[in-house]
Nanobody
């Protein structure tokens, strides 16, 4: 089992920044791919970003909608993954979820079913 706890959400004005954190416990963290997903009211959960030290084609993968604005990183010593969000837009408003799983490559990193463990989510609200 792995437990994931997100933090860092909140209310911010458009153009502002937030940094989300996801602390993991219970299993070997470094070997797992870590992903961030989000879900807005009335919409399906969507991929945001993912990172893995085992992917040969590059360790990070982003949704087109956040590329250039969001940065995913991880600190294996702290078993924590981060999502730095800059230039936030109202359409970024959602509950953000952290996920962990044995995702084999970056191309699979955007699929929610590739992840075995999920956090409870943290709300991000961007006002216009």
């Amino acid at each position: 089992q792995m437990q994931l706890v997100e933090s860092g959400g909140g209310l911010v004005q458009a153009g502002g920044s937030l940094r989300l954190s996801c602390a993991a416990s219970g299993r070997t963290f470094y070997s797992y791919a870590m992903g961030w997903f989000r879900q807005a009211p009335g919409k399906e959960r969507e991929f945001v970003a993912a990172i893995s030290i085992t992917w040969s084609a590059g360790s990070r993968y982003y949704a087109d909608s956040v590329k250039g604005r969001f940065t995913i990183s991880r600190d294996n010593a702290k078993s924590t993954v981060y999502l730095q969000m800059n230039s936030l837009k109202p359409e970024d408003t959602a509950v953000y979820y952290c996920a962990a799983g044995p995702v084999v490559n970056a191309e699979a990193g955007h699929r929610p079913y590739e992840y075995d463990y999920w956090g409870q989510g943290t709300q991000v609200t961007v006002s216009s």
